[in-house]
């Protein structure tokens, strides 16, 4: 099994089209074998230089709102009164500690998403 490390994008290429092509490889087979050595590479390649960032807690909140079809008065139980939601949600009061809990337990937004401090924070 012939592999080299990827080191820059074209190798990166090229280990997405072999893995393509290896899609339907039967595991503990030769091909099964480099296609596992290969997606780990790839991986590996990606945490490095295609991070995933959590976005900060407003746009999180704000995403969940959304998808969840909640309003500003859905979050009264989890930030206080509908006059403090509102001013989270337009950055003008931080997030708690506490609010931050109840967030993350009562709605299931993740608590790293919730700390994450956001580029417009006041």
């Known amino acids: 099994?012939?592999?080299?490390?990827?080191?820059?994008q074209r190798?990166?290429?090229?280990a997405l089209r072999e893995i393509e092509g290896l899609m339907t490889a039967k595991r503990n087979t030769p091909e099964g074998d480099r296609l596992d050595v290969l997606v780990t590479l790839?991986?590996?390649?990606?945490?490095?230089?295609?991070r995933l960032d959590f976005p900060d807690a407003v746009e999180?909140?704000?995403?969940?709102?959304?998808?969840?079809g909640l309003t500003p008065r859905?979050?009264?139980?989890?930030i206080?009164?509908?006059?403090?939601v509102?001013?989270?949600l337009s950055r003008k009061r931080p997030l708690t500690f506490a609010m931050v809990r109840r967030l993350h337990e009562g709605?299931?937004?993740?608590?790293?998403?919730?700390?994450k401090q956001g580029k417009h924070a006041a």
Do not use: C, T
Request: no cysteine.
């Open 86 to 88: 509102y001013e989270v």
């Open 80 to 84: 206080g009164s509908r006059n403090r």
């Open 74 to 78: 859905d979050l009264v139980p989890f």
């Open 107 to 115: 709605l299931g937004i993740p608590a790293e998403s919730l700390i």
């Open 11 to 14: 190798d990166y290429r090229r």
């Open 42 to 50: 790839v991986e590996a390649w990606e945490a490095r230089h295609y």
């Open 60 to 68: 999180a909140i704000k995403y969940h709102m959304d998808n969840q």
């Open 1 to 8: 099994m012939d592999i080299s490390p990827i080191k820059n």
